[in-house]
C-alpha cells in the first residue's frame, strides 16, 4: 500500500522560498496521479496543484499561478512543490495526495509565512 511523508515545511517571510517534498514508498509514485493541498485554520482544504502520471498535464489553483511549481522525480519516488513569492496568505499545513483506484495521503506539513 502506498504511503506518503511530506517534508519540507517551516517558518519563511514574506517573499520567502520553499520547497516541500512528498516522499512514497510501497509502490511506484509514477502509477499515479499527483496533488498537493493545503488547509488553513478554519478554512476546508482546498487543492493547490496537480500532475497527471508522467506530469504532462499539471495546474494549479489561481492563488498560485507563477509561483508554484509541481514536479516530481520518480526514480526518487518523490513529489516536489517549489513555492516562491511566498505570501501570508500561503500559511496553511500543506498535504501531498496521490490517486488512482484509490486516495492516499501524507500527515501534512506546516507552512508559516510571517509578514
Known amino acids: 500500500q502506498l504511503q506518503l511523508v511530506e517534508s519540507g515545511g517551516g517558518l519563511v517571510q514574506s517573499g520567502g522560498s520553499l520547497r516541500l517534498s512528498c516522499a512514497a514508498s510501497?509502490?511506484?509514485?509514477?502509477?499515479?496521479?499527483v496533488a498537493w493541498f493545503r488547509q488553513a485554520p478554519g478554512k476546508e482544504r482546498e487543492g493547490v496543484s496537480c500532475a497527471t502520471t508522467r506530469s504532462d498535464v499539471t495546474n494549479y489553483a489561481d492563488s498560485v499561478k507563477g509561483r508554484f511549481t509541481i514536479s516530481r522525480d520518480n526514480a526518487k519516488n518523490t513529489v516536489y512543490l517549489q513555492m516562491n513569492s511566498l505570501k501570508p496568505e500561503d500559511t496553511a499545513v500543506y498535504y501531498c495526495?496521490?490517486?488512482?483506484?484509490?486516495?492516499?495521503w501524507g500527515q501534512g506539513t506546516q507552512v508559516t509565512v510571517s509578514s
Open positions: 510501497g509502490s511506484s509514485l509514477d502509477r499515479y496521479a
Open positions: 495526495n496521490a490517486k488512482s483506484w484509490d486516495d492516499y
